[in-house]
């Protein structure tokens, strides 16, 4: 069994909506329902963590579900880790981006399952475009596209461990596995992601996420 921190509690700011992007309605169902449906619909999960604003909650909508636990997010998305932490029983917990709807449930149990062979696990695609480092508008540096994956959650690992490397540092991460890799050295098991499996920031995504989500009005 496993439990879930499901992050909807950031800004969206560059999604130049009015409301926080996870809330906004496609297909008639806000984008935070349909990655909360996922993972209420896996025997596995046995609790799903939604980390919200709180100022936000009473826009919310959340299934009538034992399952469901709210708790609220901080300033940055380790202090919302953090405060999901708090609410997981489980020795396995998965993280995953509210603002991701188009995960579906064997992609999450990919992660899941790669726990039991290992302490982290994530979801990620292979780039396929060159990437160059840039400075004060100038390309300073081309890296190696064969050793460079996009990232996608969720990601797995072991509570015990990301409580305690959270423990160990105050600083903010760009993402849970870089926890571990940082204060542990330890090495997360790749799972191929999906294309589709984007995070919505942009209002470009969103128009893309209409379209991919056109089939999963359920």
Request: proline share 4%.
């Amino acid at each position: 069994m496993f439990d879930c921190i499901l992050l909807m509690a950031g800004s969206g700011i560059r999604s130049k909506l009015p409301i926080n992007k996870v809330l906004y309605p496609i297909n008639n169902k806000p984008i935070y329902l349909y990655s909360l449906e996922v993972f209420l619909s896996i025997k596995e999960c046995e609790r799903v963590i939604v980390v919200i604003k709180k100022e936000d909650e009473s826009l919310y909508n959340f299934p009538n579900s034992p399952k469901i636990k709210i708790t609220y997010g901080g300033l940055t998305r380790s202090e919302s880790v953090k405060n999901g932490l708090e609410l997981v029983n489980n020795e396995d917990v998965l993280i995953h981006d509210a603002a991701r709807p188009n995960i579906t449930k064997e992609k999450v149990l990919e992660v899941y399952n790669a726990l039991k062979t290992s302490s982290c696990s994530l979801l990620a695609i292979p780039v396929q475009d060159t990437i160059k480092e840039v400075e004060n508008g100038f390309s300073i540096k081309t890296y190696d596209r064969n050793k460079l994956w996009y990232v996608q959650t969720p990601q797995g690992m072991k509570t015990k461990l990301l409580k305690e490397g959270l423990e160990k540092s105050n600083q903010s991460y760009f993402d849970d596995v870089e926890v571990l890799e940082k204060q542990f050295g330890i090495k997360a098991k790749i799972i191929i992601g999906d294309v589709r499996n984007i995070k919505v920031t942009t209002p470009e995504d969103i128009e893309y996420m209409k379209y991919l989500l056109g089939g999963r009005n359920e």
